[in-house]
């Protein structure tokens, strides 16, 4: 039957005592991104339904929500494909480090410098830098106020009412064109720190060359107003005619979170009930969706929250003093929060197992083969939740097809996705992706990933469906069917964000809370990811550490490192009030002052146990509770949540 053997749950999984005690929904559970395991990741979230759990979403809790998209475009994400790369007139990079994190894929981004121009801005002379025709270095988190524009849509009208009355209306351009009265060229460039004449000479060549791309990064999205910086920068590619074209757009590529066809039929059974909460509210025990009697249990698998996640001392905290009073991690490498944990599920990995994935960057269904037979005992994430259903509660295991071996029942669940799958997936049989990768089906000819082909071309109304959730629950966003820049709930009138404009770091937030911080600490801490792993996983990989002598590294520019005394390869302690971190200098030129950079990922064990997350602090910006639909599937309409960041 390919279930875990029964010792593997001697610590017995005592969802039974804190259901009793706390009520189900005290049990949270975690399955990071969807789009690399529609079968295996939808088996946890299948039983966590039936079970009534708690779930969280891997998009913000990584922080990798961008919260602009539903803010103006009224979808969660959306993106070009990688083979779109080589087609636009002008691409600027923001805050992405295309080169190391989509190490794959980024010789088609090279493709567009030979017909097209390559622009990278960033604080960092980084390696998507040194690639680039031209690098324009900026002070953190200033990207908003560098989105200049073009173009004329201005004008006042009378507007009759419904009730016959008369009113004077303006259009959204022109408020924004007085709005950008206050940022001329001079206070830009003193603003961001770049040369006058670099932003207008590129603001030129943008509106020149189009059609232009814009690739707007997670790191810098991930700052508390990267929703603002979204919104500014979004209005580069609608003012130059470059949306729903070839080439054309903004694109912000995180991790591999959009579920490209409809799922329902597998992940959300008609007889569960799915209780989603952001994982902020989990971090801040409160919120609006957050359990009355709190969360006591965590179970996940395909992430390392202790290190990995935002306030991972405390998710450490909480665990020592017993507030969270069980952890069930299902992984194949001893992490660090495996050592957290009362009970290690062994998990295959992905060369002992069948899953379909399809992600962002690339719009094909994709089956994933077992080359070897699980290893020693370990099984795979629908195993796993069969051994537990059938522990728990027979219902549950028939919905969880009790007759069928693993690959046999991991087989007909593809089957089911491929077959209930929509549009997308229509005509696509099991038979096709054994063969190889099949391309999804899209609204825009040739099947391409081109972002609101249909909207642009065939009037369309904004905004596309964003999978899983049920279109009314993200058209809300956009009531007037299109591309809103100017927004008038009564919040964003409250912030002064009705339109998209520049607001200063740390000012809502740590300031707020200690304003000392801004005298105290005057580096600004950025944790990059690093060439060498993929967040934390491949951490403990012998021959990658090696690469980098060992020794987690931390960037400073060389005035910063004279300021302070600093040589290069000295062991260094950064710390903030929250908590420190330690690692060896290297003295960087093209680090800009001010900035720090540590290249994220490494377990606490090679940092004396110290983590790199001790020092960030994710802060719930309230206009975010109201944009964010998590992974609610077709079956439930309701929505709710928040979006977060980590940098700070
Ligand atoms: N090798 C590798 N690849 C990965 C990953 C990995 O861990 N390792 N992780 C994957 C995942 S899940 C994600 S979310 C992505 C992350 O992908 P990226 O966002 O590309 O990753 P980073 O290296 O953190 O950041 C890119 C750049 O943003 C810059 N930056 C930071 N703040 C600002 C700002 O305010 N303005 C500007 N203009 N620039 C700024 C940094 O200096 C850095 O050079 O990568 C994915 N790919
Ligand atoms: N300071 C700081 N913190 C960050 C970030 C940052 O840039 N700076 N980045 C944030 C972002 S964008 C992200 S996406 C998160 C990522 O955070 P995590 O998702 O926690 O990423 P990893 O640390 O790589 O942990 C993935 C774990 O899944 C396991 N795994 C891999 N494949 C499989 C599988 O097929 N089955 C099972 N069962 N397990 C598997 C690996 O062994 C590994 O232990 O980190 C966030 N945290
Ligand atoms: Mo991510």
Redesign the pocket.
Known sequence: MGLYPYHIFTKPFCQKKITKKYGSEAIATTIQVPGTGYVHKGAFVRLAGLAQWTIHHGYDQ?G?LPMFWPMTFGVQTEELESLEWPNPGYTIV?????V????PDVHHLIEAKKTGKVVV????F?STASKADEWVS?K??T?AALAPTHADLTGSYKVELTDNTTVEAVTVFSLLKEMLTEYSLETVAQITGAPAETIERIAVEAATRTPLHIVY????YQ?YHGDLKGRALSLLPVLTGSIGVSGGGIST???QYRIRFNVSEWWFPKEGTLNWVPYLHFLNSGGPRYPEKGIKAMIGGWGNPFDQHNMSNALKDRSASGDIEFVATFDFNMTTTCMWSDVVFPATTWYENYELTATILHPYLQLQEPAIAPLFEARTGLALMRGLAKRLNPDWEALLYPDLDDTKASLEIIDLLLKTGGMETRGITLDMVKKGPVRLHSTAPDDRQVPFYEQVHDRVPFPPPSYPAPLPATARFVKTGRIEFYKDEDLFLAEGEQLPVYKPTFEDTEYKEDPDALTKYRLRF?T????Y???STHSNNVWLNELQGHKPKIFLNPADAAERNIAANDLVEVYNNRGKTRAWAVIDPGCRQGTL?FEQ?WWAKYLQDESYNSLTRAWIKPLHEIYFVPGIGHRRSDAGGSAVLRHG
């Open positions: 990584n990798d923001l805050g992405s480090n295309l190391q994190t989509r190490l801005v960033d604080p960092d980084c900026i953190l988190d990207d990064g997670p790191s810098n700052w590529y995180a991790g950025v990059k990811n690093s060439l792993r993929v967040h950079i990922g």
